[in-house]
């Protein structure tokens, strides 16, 4: 019995170092001190390295344009600041089911906006906070309604689609994922302050992150799924399955890339979207069909409201909000 016991301990010490082999043993390609800027990479057709945004006008605000983190064309990580605080959501609620309706198999994703066991920082920005200086983000983070349904095997569209101001996706915390862009069309990872998860709220209270976030499960582990976009794809985490980091130069034009993954419960070669340190951070362009959305901007609640799949003449987003507050859109 006592031979077992210790035989079961060996194994469990050797998954376990695997595991921190698998986690650890990474290769970072990007240098942190310098990354590119994305200021004025905006597109109206699927382009590498670029947004392509359903949005042509901005209407500016949000923090300011000179931060003491970007230098030119590139952008120091390591000297950017955070929001101050730490503060929890037990009221937070997400979850993922599956539905099926006459042989049509969805992903049903619903939540309340809020981030599951994920800390943010204060909103508003107080005065006191050193990121006020350059950021202040006078929107307090409310709880939303937020309703998808999301194709279990989405299709690849025959040509890519413009992504909105807003909502493109959802992190599997329950927190919405953001395009690359502020209020102003700039790289909103490099010009805004945000917490130390790098999420913010925008003028309806609505808590996201536009990029990475450290306080994402496996961001950085290898090809682990991290979230959905809004067209059902998959959004994956930043290493291959070597632990080498991917960049703009191994993605297409939508940001996304065809390898082995795990995807609804199996290994699988799908086309997914990745998660990366460079802009444009999460998604350039919709590879698949994106939900028809039609949020009601009234608050609270705000979210993903009366989804539906793209219809053939109709326009995928309604017009933007009325201009007003301070943050993203």
């Given amino acids: 019995m006592r031979l077992l016991a210790l035989v079961f301990v060996a194994a469990l010490l050797s ?84 539905e099926s309706i006459d042989r049509v198999v969805s992903r049903i994703i619903e939540g309340n906006g809020l981030p599951v066991n994920t800390p943010t920082g204060n909103f508003p920005i107080s005065p006191a906070d050193i990121a006020f200086q350059f950021d202040r983000n006078p929107n307090s983070i409310e709880p939303q309604q937020v309703f998808l349904r999301l194709p279990m095997n989405p299709r690849i569209a025959v040509s890519p689609s413009c992504v909105p101001m807003g909502m493109i996706g959802v992190a599997l915390n329950g927190v919405a994922i953001y395009n690359a862009l502020d209020a102003d069309g700039r790289d909103a990872v490099a010009h805004e302050v945000q917490d130390r998860c790098n999420g913010h709220p925008q003028m309806r209270g609505q808590y996201h992150y536009h990029g990475p976030s450290p306080c994402l499960p496996q961001e950085t582990a290898r090809e682990q799924l991290i979230g959905y976009a809004l067209d059902g794809l998959g959004i994956y985490s930043m290493s291959d399955a070597q632990g ?49 959305t039609r949020p009601n901007f009234g608050r609270p609640p705000f979210g993903m409201r009366g989804l539906r799949p793209e219809m053939p003449g109709m326009p995928l987003f309604p017009p933007s909000p009325p201009s007003g507050g301070s943050s993203d859109f």
């Avoid at 004025?40 to 000179?66: H, K, L, N, Q, W």
């Avoid at 960049?247 to 995807?263: K, M, Y």
């Avoid at 799908?270 to 698949?288: D, K, N, Q, S």
């Fill in 15 to 98: 998954v376990a170092v695997v595991h921190a082999q698998e986690t650890s043993e990474r290769t970072d390609v990007l240098n942190v001190h310098q990354l590119p800027l994305g200021d004025g990479r905006i597109s109206a057709e699927p382009r590498a390295g670029y947004v392509m945004s359903c949005t042509t006008s901005f209407r500016g605000g949000g923090a300011r344009a000179d931060v003491p983190w970007i230098h030119g064309d590139v952008w120091d990580l390591t000297q950017k600041i955070s929001v101050a605080g730490r503060v929890m959501w037990p009221q937070a609620q997400f979850k993922i089911t599956v």
């Fill in 244 to 292: 080498r980091e991917l960049t703009d130069a191994d993605l297409d034009e939508c940001h996304g890339r065809n390898s082995v993954v795990e995807w609804n419960g199996r290994r699988q070669n799908v086309y997914h979207y990745v998660l990366t340190r460079e802009y444009p951070y999460t998604i350039g362009c919709f590879r698949g069909m994106p939900l028809l």
